[in-house]
């Protein structure tokens, strides 16, 4: 049994679909970011640095309970425990994918979560800054969409933790109040429908309820 902290947001999604999609049994708790919940003692000995997601798994190695943050690594941490193929044991397709969670946790995340914050809720209206990170948005969409000209998902033929970790982050861009959606980039776009359809995808986009 697994206990997920979590809120509604790119990053702790990124954790309920990987639940969802390896079956494992879960329980949410709602951390409540928008109310201070991440700074409350009891959290911070589970993240030290106060955000969400965090699991901690009951049945850990060794059964000992085992604590996870950084929603990167609680996805290789869940493919681990279950040699999941969402990250190969294959040295140079694991290799891929790791590269393309790293291009996820160091780009992707930090940038598109700057931009939103600066489009939609900075207290007053930066240009500059909504410039600078809107560009970076539009980049990192056209290394997405070069990289899925040529293959089929980030880090080759199989969908793995690389896709769920960018597909958080596309999803969310595609709220109509955001106006930075996928557009006309076709590959990308075809990857975003293809996941879309998963049924794990679907239930796990739709946690905390
Ligand atoms: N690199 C971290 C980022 C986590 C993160 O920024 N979480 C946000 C929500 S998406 C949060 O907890 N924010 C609360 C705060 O910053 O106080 C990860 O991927 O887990």
Redesign the pocket.
Known sequence: MIDLYT?G????R?ASIMLEETGLEYTTHVVG?LKGG?FEPAFKRINPN????AIVDKNGPGGEPHTV????AILIYLAEKLSSPLLPDNPIERSNVIQWLMFQ?ANI?PMF?QYHHFFSHAPEKVPYAIERYRKEVERLYEVMNERLDTSRFLAGDDYSIADIASYTWVARFEAPEIDLSIGDRAHLNRWFVAISARPAIQRGMAVPA
Do not use: L, R, V, Y
């Open positions: 809120d947001t790119a990053n702790g990124k970011i991440q106060s955000k969400i997601p943050f950084e929603s990167g946790m995340g979560g």
